[in-house]
């Protein structure tokens, strides 16, 4: 590498739009130039990285909880890969929304990346909504995500009171240094310009508030007439108070759309992404606590669904229910 790579952290908590920002970040990618994606999920099957595949990004993957457990061996290796394959131009990391971003700044400023990379405008979106839920305003890990951006911003704000948009520029005007930028947006609109931000290191309120994920066995179900071993199967994780489930499934996999919406929309999950085949077409699926969305994408290699929560899940019972759903 002939310079330091510019390499921006884009954090905010389940459902702040992160993935969307980074799409719309990389419509704006100037002719020629090559921007990559370490991107890192809570669950165990990955959704965010199919969805930046499909629109054409160089991304790494990390799943299954945070990326900087084991001191940082599977976030480094994915980015120690993403960097030899992609010599990106510009680089852009998506942590886990239950994830703390102390430990990956540390190994972002690092002495092993000194010369690789240069860490710029850091940025945090936040949907104002969830600044009414009490629970929210006390997760250590959403408070140090938004005490560690340079730029702050509201989104989804087409979708919020007028009082919300105020308690987040209130709320937002409070964190010391001042931010480099406090933003509104919708659809994770995000302004180029904004990459060029200078980057303010920033104390964090709880730097030491990093958990480890447990990462569960994969889980075969049984075979039917429509779905096989060999090309479905599920994992399951747990971390941060929260519980998952992924499932893997072969692009011959079809659901009824209707009952699918119904599981997706369904208020006591946290969230729930997917990539899937439906009788409709191939669709990617979006819900932050039963606000959902879906828009049509090209065929993919494989289906896959994440659904997240902070009640435990019955697997099994999942399982049985999405299996009923197929075509």
Not at 2 to 27: C, E, M, N, S, Y
Not at 84 to 89: H, L, R
Not at 164 to 187: E, M, S, V, Y
Request: aromatic residues 6%; proline residues 6%.
């Amino acid at each position: 590498m002939t310079r330091p790579i510019p390499t921006h952290l884009i954090v905010g908590f389940l459902g702040a739009g992160k993935t969307t920002a980074i799409l719309d970040l990389l419509q704006h990618k100037p002719e020629g130039e090559i921007w990559a994606v370490l991107v890192n999920e809570f669950g165990e099957v990955g959704i965010d990285g199919a969805l930046l595949r499909a629109r054409g990004a160089m991304v790494r993957e990390v799943p299954g909880g945070c990326m900087c457990c084991v001191a940082g061996l599977p976030m480094q290796m994915g980015l120690n890969m993403l960097i030899q394959q992609a010599q990106p131009d510009r680089l852009l990391i998506e942590p886990t929304g239950l994830g703390h971003p102390e430990q990956i700044m540390r190994i972002l400023r690092g002495e092993f990346y000194t010369d690789l990379l240069s860490v710029e405008s850091t940025f945090c979106l936040v949907d104002p909504r969830r600044l009414d839920d009490s629970r929210v305003l006390k997760d250590v890990q959403f408070q140090d995500q938004a005490a560690i951006a340079d730029v702050l911003v509201a989104n989804k704000i087409d979708l919020c009171s007028d009082s919300q948009l105020a308690n987040f520029d209130l709320w937002a005007k409070g964190f010391q240094p001042p931010k480099a930028r406090i933003a509104h947006t919708r659809n994770g609109a995000l302004d180029p310009a904004w990459l060029q931000l200078p980057s303010t290191p920033r104390s964090l309120q709880f730097p030491t508030a990093h958990h480890h994920h447990g990462h569960g066995a994969e889980s075969a179900v049984a075979q039917t007439e429509t779905a096989t071993e060999a090309e479905w199967w599920y994992r399951e994780n747990a971390g941060d108070g929260h519980f998952s489930i992924g499932w893997q499934m072969g692009p011959e996999i079809c659901f009824k759309r209707s009952p699918l919406m119904g599981v997706v929309m369904d208020a006591r999950f946290a969230r729930v992404k997917g990539v899937v085949r439906t009788a409709d077409g191939w669709l990617a699926i979006n819900a932050v606590g039963g606000d959902a969305a879906s828009e049509r994408i090209d065929p993919q290699p494989e289906g896959r669904l994440e659904i997240i929560s902070r009640l435990e899940l019955d697997a099994g019972q999942l399982d049985q229910r999405l299996l009923a759903m197929l075509e």
